[in-house]
């Protein structure tokens, strides 16, 4: 039989076998000690994964292709990418393994070799490559720091930047600084909404800071007057553990501990952003691709690139990370850790279907753990800023998406992630915006600067979250929650109790053209001291919450449509009801309350809100909502927890809660089940009950003027409002026809700030500065709608 005959023959059984879709298999090998000039067998493997990429390319989607990694560290070269020439198909997948979980590292950073010499005050240096770029510095797998002012501290857990200081760049500070070009300024929102980064560019003629940036939130609102901080800066480098790289002299300064040895260290710094890249379409996508067991390391910081700006809300986005996914389908990332990524960890974007994110532990990550984000393209008649608004006389009312770039059908399920937002101050856990159907479960989520799940709009819903643990959350930020979403849709203006309330009155079809699928948050336990638990803010609509366990900031509810929540237990607290639409078609029932409601600024009419417990010593605590049509049928008592000082909330046989349609739920299913991951994850503290007692020592302050019902902001109002404590103001409640206050052109739910230069936060503080001004004329600074605005009357009304 000639050559030429038998490999015929061996193609066309290759081929029948395909067709009769017997299994076959193929197996590469690649290993630190291999050579790519190898075979790629187990005895002579190959040295990169993408030689191995390239060799599995002639069997892939023809027979099963498993690519074996042996321990060691992979430092790529360039971005891995996976494009559709390396699809697998459903019975012949293609598959990269690490052979140990956690023993094959891709890192996509250098191991550099230095000669360290003493410098000054504990300082060394040491001569690296010409050109190299330094974003990060990393000595024996730990990341340290770049020269900053203030200092870190690691106890300030909750303060903006571990360390902050309302003088970071001021021009008496940059003084003492030769040359800030190239260092950073870090600064949390003025209402504390996220951050915002800058590159300093120098200084001028007058010493000041000069400066490029500050895109990185959604919401201008210019950067807090004393949550600053700066690094990168040579004369800032006074605390052991951290570094400055000069790249002009190619040389690189660090402090180490005291009695470190340094010359026995392992150096390693950043270079790339992104270390895998799967790049397809819709038309050609990448397919059955399976990653498992690899420990991702040195991906570069990105938070200046963090520009492109999501649906009205608070955020913007950069669309990468350390794995970038974009047209893919049926792919799978399992049994990862990503160890302090600069940027996000997982970024799927655009058009993805059925990805399976399963097993990882992502912590320390810069920026978001795993975000689903699609394509404002595939949005119909998308807003991007606040203020901006639809003429809902004319939008497209069709429902649903204009096309399929956006992700959907997506799992993140059995994971472990914390340490979110080491850099950026505007992240999540998980993050999802412009998708569909995504599925949340089994996993746990704490130590993050902003959110622990967040879906910040309402296209297209379907979401599923179940079984999740999520805590420690909104740790530097303020004014959100361990899950928080937004609703600005196609139907929601920020005038919505006028415009947006009369368009759904006239067609209640209208909040579901966007929000098409109900999403589901069920199954789980949440705590936030530093927000809510749940948090469903501006326009967030069609939810059903149902069986979860939250601890400390309970249940918020704003202006939104079919929101259905029952049989949740709020430990001592309650339902937060924020500027409730009329006809809003919510339920709130069957639930357990430890609080009375907290409503501000709610139509009550068109929603059930009934059949709840309250655990109160006050038999009046619904005294005022019953008068209001409000929790007619629900009871105040002592539901009889089993174990609440060990977290078991369920109730006992025969407790008042079963009369009022409460069921008990499992409290042991909460969080990552893994068992390597759930021996490392943390659990939230469970609270002491305080039952609650006297609803007067909720009093508010109110009062008349010109005619108007005015209120002065407390506690959460202030989120209603969408103003800081420190700005505070005068909320007008009530106008009545022909008052002095119509006539001054004042409208409901205006908010004054200031009379004249002077603030007001207090009704005091009000009737104080206008015995002060006397007859003179005033100038009114209030927000309306979100926006700032001056009113000036002529003369005192």
Known sequence: MTLVSSMSRFALTITLLAVLNVAIAADIYVSPEGRDTNVGSRERPLATLEA????????????????????????????????????????APVVYRAINEGGAVLSGGSRLELEWTAHRAGIFKADTPKGIAIDQLFIDGVSQRMARYPNYDAKKTTDAWQGF???????????????????????????????????????????????????????????????????????ELDAPGEWFHDSDTDTLYYLPETGFVL?????????????????????????????????????????????????????????????????TEDVSILDFEFDQVGGNAIFVNKYNR???????????????????????????????????????????????????????????????????????????????????????????????????????????????????????????????????SWGRDRYWRSDHRETSQQAVDADPGLPFIDAMKATVIRDSRWRSDHGWDIDLDDGSSNYDIYNNLMLSGGLKLREGYRRRAWNNITVNNGLHAHVWFNNSNDQVHSNIFMMPHRDIRVNFGGQTVD?????????????????QGWDVNSIVADP????????????????????????????????????????????????????????????????????????????????????????????????????????????????IQSVNGNQVSTI???????????????????????????????ERL
């Open 764 to 794: 005091a503080q009000l009737f104080g500065v206008l015995e002060r001004l006397g007859d003179v004329p005033m100038k009114l600074e209030l927000v309306r709608h979100g926006h700032l605005l001056i009113i000036e009357l002529e």
């Open 640 to 751: 009889l927890f089993e174990d609440p000082e060990r977290g078991d909330f369920r109730v006992k046989s025969g407790s008042p809660a079963l009369d009022v349609g409460f069921s008990n739920f499992p409290m042991d299913q909460f969080g990552v089940k893994k068992p390597k991951l759930r021996a490392i994850a943390r659990t939230p503290v469970i609270p002491p009950l305080v039952i609650f007692e006297d609803p007067s020592s909720e009093n508010t302050t109110d009062a008349v003027w010109l005619g108007a019902q005015i209120h002065a902001l407390q506690g959460e109002e202030y989120s209603a409002f969408g103003v800081s404590k420190e700005a505070g103001g005068i909320a007008v409640l009530e106008i009545p026809v022909g008052s002095a206050a119509a006539v001054a052109r004042l409208k409901v739910g205006d908010l």
């Open 611 to 627: 059949r709840n417990l309250f655990f109160s010593n006050d038999p009046n605590v619904m005294k005022s909502k019953r008068e």
């Open 263 to 327: 010359n026995k260290a392992k150096v390693e710094v950043v270079r790339l952003r992104s270390l895998v890249e799967f790049r397809g379409s819709e038309a050609a996508p990448v397919k059955h691709v399976t990653l498992q067991g690899f420990v991702v390391r040195h991906a570069a910081r990105t938070f200046m690139d963090t520009k492109e700006p999501l649906l009205r809300s608070d955020w913007t986005i950069y669309r990468g990370g350390a794995f970038l996914l974009t047209g």
């Open 52 to 91: 191995a990429r390239d060799k599995a390319r002639a069997s892939a989607g023809i027979e099963t292709v498993t690519i074996h990694v042996a321990d060691g560290v992979y430092y790529l070269p360039e971005t891995l990418v996976f494009d559709p020439n390396d699809s697998g198909t459903a019975d």
């Open 354 to 484: 059925r990805i399976l994110i399963k097993g990882c532990h992502i912590h320390d990550a810069g920026a978001s753990g795993i975000s689903f984000v699609g394509d404002p393209g595939a949005v119909r008649d998308p807003l991007f800023e606040y203020s901006q608004k639809n003429n809902l006389s004319n939008i497209d009312r069709t429902p649903g998406p204009k096309n399929n770039d956006y992700p959907s059908a997506g799992v993140v399920a059995d994971c472990l992630i914390h340490g979110i937002g080491r850099v950026e101050r505007q992240p999540a856990g998980v993050q999802i915006s412009m998708a569909m159907d995504i599925t949340v479960r089994d996993t746990t989520i704490y130590d993050t600067s902003r959110a622990g799940i967040n879906v910040s709009d309402g296209t297209w819903g379907g979401h599923l979250i179940e079984r999740v643990d999520v805590f420690d959350t909104v740790l530097e930020t303020h004014d959100h929650g361990s899950f928080n």
């Open 165 to 235: 200081a309302a003088d970071a760049f001021s021009s008496e500070r940059a003084a003492n600084w030769a040359n800030p070009t190239g260092g950073f300024i870090h600064a949390m929102h003025a209402k504390r909404w996220g951050g915002y980064h800058y590159r300093i560019t120098g200084k001028n003629a007058q010493g000041e800071v000069t400066y490029d940036g500050g895109w990185q939130n959604n919401r201008q609102m210019g950067m807090h007057d004393d949550f600053r901080m700066v690094e990168n800066i040579f004369e």
